[in-house]
């Protein structure tokens, strides 16, 4: 989006007012004569309320915007006010919003609203392209130009989750990685020869029934060459889950299971666009979860990068299988301070918490509570699930050492005492974005289908910790 400087003369500002009692606008602004809509009683200031009116004089549209009580306000709150009113401009195909009052969480309502994934459609939607600023500050135009460069990365995550599965293969999730590498990025993407050769036989596993080749995706983010600190990012890339021979009944969203690897490639996005002085080192384990002759079958044992066998007690529960081997292989080779796993991994956090909030499960408490309180700044929910030694009875093998599945019951947690596994003494969060990543419906200021969840969470993490 671009920015440019705003007049009274505009094709659309969005003037927001508040209330001063119940249901009562103050209309004291001296810029407009807004006494026809307040002798009408049409507008009312609440919350959300949008009322375009024509002066006139000066800009050719007002975009009335209730703010509601302004004691009442939070960040959350001006994000939705300013989606709704980006909605109602893209709905009239306005192209360029003029704006009056800034802050960061008015720049987030308008990109996160702003977006329409049209790959496919012949008629495209009308966005907002440009955002014109009324008398603001050098500070409130870094601001704004900081937040539309981070919504760089999620709008890359969005669109790679909504691609065609065939468009979004392990191989176009390489491509994108290698177009990110510059002077302090490097990028490695090894194939399924190097996997055979290092022994991720678990990612091997689960890529044999597919006819695309697996791969592992390593982008190495070097924003801080002094820092020693580097935290790895790993994003599940799942590019199409039919199950395995333990075949779904209902597949229709499960291209979006590579959105952790999307969130992870929109995060290096972001970070190159603001130039983020951090180290990030992100690892992609790619494949389908396809059927075939080929397939991995269950009741079979395969043995780990890290060396522990694993009995396949279900062809379905392929995330941690694949994320097991990419943990441990990068726990190995980079020695990071921290891990941040992201992944579509678990029908049960949908079970617990629909589609509002992410599964957070975490061997340290300092790490947890620091992505607990980049969750409310950015209002990405994460709520905590417990990882007990008890529930790792649950996941008993006769055969290997460890069963991907288990018996019944506590699903997202299994999920997490399996990764658990493989994390060795590293403080470590998985991120359980099976409820949040991928929307049945638009819902306030999300659209449907992908959100690039966990693009803002992190770099707000990265950006604050
Ligand atoms: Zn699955």
Redesign the pocket.
Known sequence: MKLLSGSLNDDCIILPLWQKGEHTPDFKDKNFDLRAVQASKDFKADEGEVLFVYPEKGAKRLLLLGMGKKEEMTPERYRRAYATATKAANSKKIKTLTLMDYNKAIAEGIALANYAFDTYKTEKRSLIEAVSLLKATPKNLAEFARVFTVFEGVYAARNMVNLNADDMTPAHLAAFAEKLSGPHIKVHVHDKIWLKKKGLNLLLAVSKGSVVDPALIVIEYRGDAKSKENTMVVGKG?TY?T??LNL?TEMGD?KC?MAGAAAALGLIVAAKGVALKKNITVIIPTTE?AISGASYKQGDVYTSYLGKTVEIDN?????RLILADALAWGNKEYKPTRIIDMATLTGGVVVAFAEEVTGLMSNDEALAGKIQTASARTFERVWPLPLYDEFKDLLKSDIADIKNCGSKGASSIKGGIFLKEFVGDTPWAHLDIAGTAYLDGEKRYLPKGATGVGVRLLMDFLENE
Do not use: H, I, Q, Y
């Open positions: 799942v889950d199950g395995g779904k499960m299971d979860n062809t379905d529960a392929e995330g």
